[in-house]
């Protein structure tokens, strides 16, 4: 399986100067950092705390190691809601727009697995 390695902004994009801004997600698995060490960044799965043992390691955001076995299929809801939320985030702070009317765009653009993974995160009536 080719690898298709992607970054997309991280949950605390930005907060803290050693928190990465981006975060990689794999062929449909999010992974987040564990450490740095010279220019290699070692990332684990998102689900580490579930038992995933899966790692990957990347230097400037190119993969340099194999291609990790996971314990549980790739989170493509989550994926999607997390990126949504990411620039949800972004877009609220650049406009005067009503979060409202934002989050009800934003929630508009999801297919239903996705929604569904909101649970009450985001309470907006989906027109």
Avoid at 35 to 55: E, H, I, N, Q, V
Avoid at 57 to 65: A, F, G, K
């Amino acid at each position: 399986m080719a690898a298709n390695l992607q970054f997309v902004p991280g949950r605390n994009s930005g907060s803290h100067p050693r928190t990465p801004s981006q975060n990689p997600i794999l062929n449909g698995f999010r992974f987040i950092l564990n450490r740095r060490k010279d220019d290699a960044t070692y990332w684990k799965c998102s689900l580490f705390r579930t038992g995933c043992s899966a790692r990957i390691t990347t230097v400037d955001e190119q993969l340099m190691s194999p291609v990790p076995v996971h314990t549980h299929e790739p989170q493509h809801a989550e994926n999607t809601v997390h990126i949504a939320k990411q620039d949800l985030k972004r877009i609220a702070a650049e406009t005067d727009l009503p979060t409202k009317y934002l989050a009800a765009e934003t929630v508009s653009g999801m297919g239903f697995e996705a929604r569904s993974k909101l649970g009450c995160q985001i309470k907006v009536k989906i027109f």
